[in-house]
């Protein structure tokens, strides 16, 4: 068979006897390679030390990466309802290896535009792509538990950043030499790793037969809405209150863990140190990684609805209470706080694909996803934005490091309780 | 291929996919909460 063949729909239909629960680990090694985006902060400092990039124009290429992720699930996500999701893993692969080969060649070249192009543009088109193919599948595969399933593999994705974070920082000294920091080589051997373990899920997935019912009872808390197209479902209010929610969610999170380490050495000052503190980032990476899979099996339990209700209820109560928790001079319960909030976090990404599927079918859920991450790529500018700019204005106006945030955490509080009211207001699409 | 050796292909197939993915995967969260000991020290 050619490899157009393989990479076919037609031949990733599953034969009889192939056990489903092969299918997370296609997912996996798709999100895990995807998620090393989270761990691009690593070549921050090398690439500004060796080139003439301040750290704020380095900030452009994630944050560029992550528009494209959005643009690219948003425009591609219904051909790859149409040609399956090898094709699409496939060429996700090929863009986000791509991506990291063109990188290389911008900073060897000392060229910060095809830095950008390579890791910004293609890679974030990789990631767009690899984010949404494996989606729609294991909801196919788990009618019964979309929720843990899909949670499965969005939790590759906060995960990525564990491996790829140690594994640069150990790459860039293995190449480093009196005349080169070793990033542009790390780029190029991280290409190719990640092109090779992308190919694992490429060759590994497979779709169910139209025929194939999983043995046992179908979810107790979904049952299956009529199928929806991607072009029918954004008409819907139901679309737009998920966008409003993902987007909150998104932007109360995605600030704080941009600003996590700087955060608890201001609110802590002498008692937290660079060390302890990166220790805290690290914890709350977990906490968005465990939040993924916890929270999104927990959905199919009790309801997406009670899962978000629950997101923005607790959400809005810990961010209105951090600022007296900082003062109490508690880090524990600081912690304690944070870390439940960005399980929250990680849980608002990974259960939104199965709220998704109980509102519209399975038909075209990827699609539908790929659109929905729009409301990702405005809070990867609005979340930050709002962060650092409140921080920076409070400081301006005199207000001590350590109690620069509260504006903030309040802020977010009630930008939670916009998500509570838009959850409360989700109904059933029709049909 | 009787049946009991297609099950069996499909168990080995199962499992070392989850090695695949879990190696790295387990690897990454060691040296995370590696790191994450700091905060306590």
Redo the contacts between chains.
């Keep these: 068979m050619r490899l157009p063949d393989f990479l076919d729909r037609q031949y990733s239909i599953a034969s009889p006897?192939?056990?489903r629960?092969?299918v997370p680990?296609?997912a996996?090694?798709i999100h895990?390679s995807i998620g090393q985006a989270y761990a691009f902060s690593v070549f921050n400092l090398p690439l500004s030390k060796s080139n003439d990039w301040s750290l704020s124009t380095i900030g452009w290429v994630f944050s560029t990466a992550i528009v494209f992720l959005g643009l690219s699930a948003a425009l591609f996500g219904t051909w790859l309802e149409r040609v399956g999701p090898r094709k699409a893993m496939f060429v996700s692969a090929l863009c986000f290896s791509g991506g990291f080969f063109v990188g290389a060649l911008g900073i060897y070249l000392h060229l910060f535009w095809l830095l950008l192009l390579g890791y910004g543009v293609l890679g974030g088109i990789g990631l767009g792509l690899g984010y949404i193919s494996p989606v729609s599948t294991l909801v196919k595969w788990f009618p019964d538990r979309p929720g843990m399933a899909t949670g499965l593999a969005i939790m590759?994705f906060g995960?990525?950043?564990?491996?790829?974070?140690?594994l640069s920082v150990r790459l860039m000294a293995h190449y480093a030499s009196p005349t080169s920091n070793g990033v542009a080589a790390t780029f190029a051997t991280l290409g190719v790793i990640y092109f090779v373990?992308m190919m694992?899920g490429v060759f590994?997935v497979r779709l169910p037969s139209p025929e194939w019912k999983p043995a046992g009872v179908i979810s107790r808390t979904s049952p299956l809405a009529p199928d929806v197209t991607a072009d029918a479902a954004i008409k819907t209010p139901q679309f737009w209150l998920l966008w409003v929610m993902l987007c909150v969610n998104v932007t109360a999170g995605i600030g704080v863990l941009g600003q996590a380490s700087a955060m608890i050495q201001e609110t802590f000052t002498g008692r937290?140190g660079v060390?302890?503190a990166?220790?805290?980032v690290?914890?709350l990476?977990?906490a968005n990684?465990g939040g993924r899979f916890l929270w999104s099996s927990l959905s199919d339990y009790i309801g997406r609805r009670a899962t978000y209700a629950t997101f923005f209820a607790l959400g809005a109560l810990l961010y209105s209470t951090i600022p007296t928790v900082g003062r109490s001079g508690s880090?524990a319960l600081f912690?304690l706080c944070y870390a439940i909030i960005l399980s929250m976090y990680g849980g608002g990404f990974a259960t939104i694909p199965a709220y998704l599927r109980d509102l519209f079918g399975t038909m075209q859920v990827g699609a539908i996803h790929g659109r929905l991450l729009t409301a990702w790529s405005t809070a990867g500018v609005l979340g930050p934005v709002l962060v650092n700019y409140t921080r920076e204005y409070r400081i301006a106006n005199g207000v001590p490091k350590a109690e620069a945030y509260n504006l903030t955490m309040y802020a977010m509080a009630s930008l939670l309780l916009i998500g509570f009211v838009a959850n409360l207001r989700v109904r059933r699409a029709v049909s | 291929m009787t049946e009991r050796e297609?099950?069996r292909n499909?168990?080995t197939?199962?499992v070392v996919?989850?090695i695949?993915?879990g190696v790295?995967?387990v690897?990454?969260?060691t040296?995370?909460?590696v790191?994450?000991?700091?905060?306590?020290?």
């Excluded at chain 1, 995960?159 to 140690?166: D, E, H, Q, T, V």
């Excluded at chain 2, 790191?35 to 020290?41: E, H, N, Y």
């Design positions: 006897g192939f056990s629960w092969r680990p296609a996996l090694a895990l590759g995960g990525g950043a564990m491996i790829a974070s140690p373990f694992f590994t937290i060390e302890a990166a220790g805290f690290g914890l990476s977990l990684m880090v912690v | 297609h099950a499909q168990f197939a199962l996919s989850w695949v993915v790295p995967a690897w990454g969260i040296q995370t909460l790191k994450s000991l700091a905060l306590f020290k």
